[in-house]
Nanobody, 127 residues
Framework: QVQLVESGGGMVQGGGSLRLSCAAS????????MGWFRQAPGKEREFVAT????????AYGESVKGRFTISRDNTKNTVNLQMSNLRPEDTAVYYC????????????????????WGQGTQVTVSS
């Protein structure tokens, strides 16, 4: 059974930082793609960041560029998201997503391209 388990969510003041982690089990995604999406109340699920091991390719959503950094540790089958300079509008449930596929650049930001999803972890940023 494939599982993705997120951790590291919590509450933080605006301008603060949090580090999210996602551990995958059941199969390896070392040759594929792992990333993060988020969903806030009343909004659609939004692309945050992703890391494709092939070519060490990363992509970020426009609203988080320069503030969030994604990294992977393939020896542990994990992906991390370092979030800095957090804003209240970053408040959302953050979901880890993965696929064993080597996604083309145009599909990296598409939720439908990912086969497996975690349960989500809440991030709340206060003013």
């Amino acid at each position: 059974q494939v599982q993705l388990v997120e951790s590291g969510g919590g509450m933080v003041q605006g301008g603060g930082s949090l580090r999210l982690s996602c551990a995958a089990s059941g199969r390896t995604f070392s040759a594929g793609t792992m990333g993060w999406f988020r969903q806030a109340p009343g909004k659609e699920r939004e692309f945050v960041a992703t890391f494709r091991w092939s070519g060490a390719t990363t992509a970020y959503g426009e609203s988080v560029k320069g503030r969030f950094t994604i990294s992977r540790d393939n020896t542990k089958n994990t992906v991390n998201l370092q979030m800095s300079n957090l804003r209240p509008e970053d408040t959302a449930v953050y979901y880890c997503a993965a696929t064993a596929s080597r996604l083309i650049i145009s599909n990296l930001r598409a939720a439908t391209a990912y086969d497996y999803w975690g349960q989500g972890t809440q991030v709340t940023v206060s003013s």
